[in-house]
């Protein structure tokens, strides 16, 4: 598998012979936008987030102390142990089978895929990435910035060729957005940690604790400020998870990661930066990878490309890549990569190398 994404063929090119690309055009796999198939899984995952501990699917119950997990107890099983019904050596066992096992299997997969594939879950699952990437739509149409950091506005036009026109009566949409988004997140929260029958019968009779009230408000201010002033800049610098995926996909340097052609560099001249301008954790999907450290493969500078040079006869310049054309992204600088890139590189037809 090279990509999530439907796998298409190169368009002939007037520069350097360069290894084949291996990346998705604007329609995936079975002729659906790319961008909807991620709209589709990251919808689907927002949903489970919030129902998970609804349905008894995952949470950590404090009453009980111990998980639950589809609907059963997830415990270490160190009761029995501590009553005098089980060994040492049955203790122990438990402790692996229970807790180490399993998470051994979460992390080793998680740190597989972005090894492979890059931080996939953050672009295509990741519920607080859902969230800033409403919250940046929405703020770009008050301001047409999107976030409160750019130095510039967003140009109007889109990439597909559609105008995106700011308008500050749209800060009565952002700013009910980002309060409704705290406090759900705050409240969603919590439900992984008390009974969800409990948290949400008590906010609909207005009986919360004195603790629950503590939690929920406190929580629901701190994702406020982080939800309004530091949604991408969380995702860059302070997410864990995200984090340990970048640092395993940095680690292989075949692993998937957009590219560049940079023989047709020349081509850009005719776009206005759309790759840049879509970008929501704010990167030039045009460097290297390393200045690339925090990309979600979201695919939304490819997309961007091929909206922007769809009359372009030597084709789009941006594509998901991988193997010998990823090497070149891993380059430290673009003139590394460039050097890479005009490798030789075996002929298809009779198996010769050529320059």
């Known amino acids: 598998?090279?990509?999530?994404?439907?796998?298409?063929?190169?368009?002939?090119?007037?520069?350097?012979?360069?290894?084949?690309?291996?990346?998705?055009?604007?329609?995936?796999?079975?002729?659906?936008?790319?961008?909807?198939?991620?709209?589709?899984?990251?919808?689907?995952?927002?949903?489970?987030?919030?129902?998970?501990?609804?349905?008894?699917?995952?949470?950590?119950?404090?009453?009980?102390?111990?998980?639950?997990?589809?609907?059963?107890?997830?415990?270490?099983?160190?009761?029995?142990?501590?009553?005098?019904?089980?060994?040492?050596?049955?203790?122990?066992?438990?402790?692996?089978?229970?807790?180490?096992?399993?998470?051994?299997?979460?992390?080793?997969?998680?740190?597989?895929?972005?090894?492979?594939?890059?931080?996939?879950?953050?672009?295509?699952?990741?519920?607080?990435?859902?969230?800033?990437?409403?919250?940046?739509?929405?703020?770009?149409?008050?301001i047409g910035k999107q976030s409160l950091w750019d130095a510039k506005r967003l140009p109007a036009r889109n990439p597909d060729g559609t105008e995106t026109k700011h308008d500050a009566i749209w800060w009565f949409a952002v700013i009910p957005l980002v309060i409704c988004c705290a406090i759900l997140w705050a409240v969603v929260l919590l439900t992984y940690l008390l009974p969800p029958s409990e948290i949400y019968g008590n906010i609909f009779h207005w009986t919360l604790t004195r603790n629950q009230t503590i939690f929920l408000t406190a929580g629901s201010i701190a994702f406020f400020v982080e939800f309004m002033f530091a949604r991408h800049l969380f995702c860059r610098y302070a997410c864990a998870v995200g984090f340990f995926q970048s640092l395993a996909w940095m680690a292989n340097d075949k692993a998937m990661v957009v590219g560049f052609k940079r023989e047709q560099a020349k081509d850009c001249s005719t776009c206005f930066s759309a790759c840049d301008h879509v970008c929501p954790m704010r990167l030039t999907p045009r460097n290297v990878k390393r200045m690339m450290f925090a990309c979600v493969q979201c695919g939304q500078c490819v997309d961007a490309c091929d909206h922007t040079q769809e009359s372009n006869p030597n084709g789009t310049l941006l594509n998901w890549v991988n193997d010998i054309r990823a090497e070149s992204e891993a380059s430290f600088n673009v003139r590394t990569a460039r050097t890479i890139m005009i490798k030789q590189v075996p002929d298809a037809q009779s198996g010769e190398a050529k320059e």
Not at 8 to 16: A, I
Not at 70 to 79: E, H, Y
Not at 87 to 94: G, V, Y
Request: aromatic share 12%; net charge positive.
């Open 1 to 142: 598998m090279v990509s999530p994404l439907q796998v298409s063929t190169e368009r002939p090119s007037t520069g350097p012979v360069v290894a084949p690309s291996t990346g998705s055009r604007a329609r995936g796999w079975l002729g659906v936008p790319v961008q909807r198939w991620r709209q589709i899984t990251q919808a689907g995952f927002f949903l489970l987030f919030i129902l998970a501990p609804v349905l008894d699917i995952f949470r950590l119950d404090l009453n009980v102390k111990h998980f639950i997990f589809f609907g059963l107890d997830w415990t270490l099983g160190l009761d029995d142990f501590l009553a005098g019904r089980a060994s040492a050596a049955q203790a122990s066992l438990n402790i692996v089978l229970r807790g180490f096992l399993p998470l051994l299997a979460i992390g080793g997969t998680l740190i597989y895929v972005s090894w492979k594939w890059g931080r996939l879950y953050c672009g295509w699952l990741c519920p607080h990435f859902s969230i800033v990437e409403t919250i940046n739509q929405t703020l770009r149409r008050a």
